[in-house]
């Protein structure tokens, strides 16, 4: 089955304790990408990669980072939680090309004390 | 001005009517535009995507695009209450030609 999976499903931790959020696709995808989901603000894109060892900044990048070792896993870091990160997560991958939509993965509850 | 904009709501229709969501972008370069439902605490999921100006149909749910005016709609014919969700207006753009998403509006179709 195509999908996009994400882990952990929901986490619950302190200020500044470091945590890694991961991606997997299976689908051959070259562009992944992290947004949260926030009330009122709907998604907003946190970093995006469009193939392995390529990585550029979304609209919201401040106090995360990323990597991209293999096509298939892009992983979502905050090295330094804080509670304004607190949010709904999601990673999404498309094929390349004008216009591809975006599959995503399940989400990711993170709440940051 | 937001790139992607939609009136967040609530928009609420009785059972059986037309629920109209709309959406209006600032990239004139857009070429293609697409529409995900989100039921509240899940992953948006595509229901639509519309690529030359016009109406698309797709079972109850038809998709008009106007280029011109920058303006995409999504219309929902005989509204159901599994219809009640967010719904978000997307559309490729930015140096990256990435997603950009709309706030999202949400829909109560009242039984």
């Known amino acids: 089955e195509a999908q996009v999976t994400q882990n952990p499903r929901y986490l619950i931790t302190v200020t500044g304790k470091k945590l890694t959020v991961t991606c997997s696709q299976n689908m051959n995808h070259e562009y992944m990408s992290w947004y949260r989901q926030d009330p009122g603000l709907g998604l907003r894109q946190i970093y995006y990669s469009m193939n392995v060892e390529v990585t550029d900044k979304g609209d919201v990048p401040e106090g995360y980072k990323v990597s991209r070792k293999e096509k298939r896993n892009f992983p979502l870091i905050l090295e330094s939680p804080s509670p304004n990160q607190t949010s709904l997560y999601f990673c999404?991958?498309?094929?390349?090309?004008?216009?591809?939509?975006?599959?995503f993965g399940d989400g990711t509850r993170l709440s940051i004390l | 001005q937001k790139e992607v904009e939609q009136n967040s709501g609530p928009l609420s229709v009785p059972e059986g009517a037309i629920a109209s969501l709309n959406c209006t972008y600032s990239?004139?370069?857009?070429?293609?535009f697409f529409w995900y439902r989100q039921y509240s605490g899940k992953s948006p999921e595509l229901i639509m995507s519309?690529?030359?100006?016009g109406d698309k149909e797709d079972g109850r749910f038809t998709a008009q695009l106007n280029k011109a005016s920058q303006y995409v709609s999504l219309l929902i014919r005989d509204s159901q209450p599994s219809d009640s969700a967010t719904y978000l207006c997307a559309v490729p753009g930015g140096d990256n030609n990435d997603m950009r998403f709309g706030a999202g509006t949400r829909l109560t179709v009242k039984p």
């Open positions: 519309i690529y030359s100006n």
């Open positions: 999404a991958s498309r094929t390349a090309g004008l216009g591809q939509p975006q599959h």
């Open positions: 990239d004139r370069g857009s070429q293609s």
